[in-house]
């Protein structure tokens, strides 16, 4: 179940206990979540709560967006893993269609996990923007990749 709750964005507010934004993007999957504690033998409660003072909101806010945060960096970081991936394949000039293969459908993974990110970010964060432009350089470096192994697998024409 915490697994689940984790890949909806819950963060933990207390032991067992789960805080989520009362939004769509994280309560239309709890009816699911709900079948699956009772399958395991468990029960969900899910509950609306009110707050008694600013300090309270802000408590589960922090904790939120710290979530988020270190969400955010593990992506940047394997931003970082991809586009080392790619600069080792240059350097050993490993330019098969079966690596771009490869780290397209890495490419792929990172951007799938970036819309998961987005959708749990109910809030703008800066870091959410740091992590787009990452995504955006890697995707510029797998480009240049890209016409290395095109280059080095077609023919090339003479000119007349």
């Not at 707050?51 to 979530?67: E, K, P, Q, Y």
């Not at 600069?87 to 792929?108: N, P, V």
């Not at 800066?126 to 470096?141: F, Q």
Request: hydrophobic share 45%; glycine share 6%.
């Amino acid at each position: 179940m915490w697994r689940e709750l984790r890949r909806l964005g819950a963060v933990p507010a207390a032991s067992g206990a789960w805080a989520l934004p009362d939004l769509p993007a994280f309560t239309e999957p709890l009816p699911n979540l709900r079948t699956l504690a009772e399958k395991g033998g468990g029960t969900l409660a899910v509950l609306k709560i009110d707050s008694h003072g600013d300090g309270d909101i802000a408590i589960v806010r922090n904790a939120f967006l710290a979530t988020r945060t270190d969400e955010w960096n593990e992506f940047i970081a394997d931003c970082g893993k991809f586009e080392a991936e790619i600069d080792r394949e240059i350097a050993k000039e490993k330019f098969t269609f079966g690596e771009l293969e490869e780290e397209e459908q890495s490419l792929d993974r990172l951007r799938r996990w970036q819309r998961d990110l987005l959708r749990r970010n109910p809030v703008e964060i800066d870091i959410a923007n740091a992590a787009a432009r990452r995504l955006g350089e890697v995707t510029e470096r797998l480009a240049m990749y890209t016409e290395l192994v095109f280059a080095a697998n077609l023919p090339t024409v003479p000119a007349a």
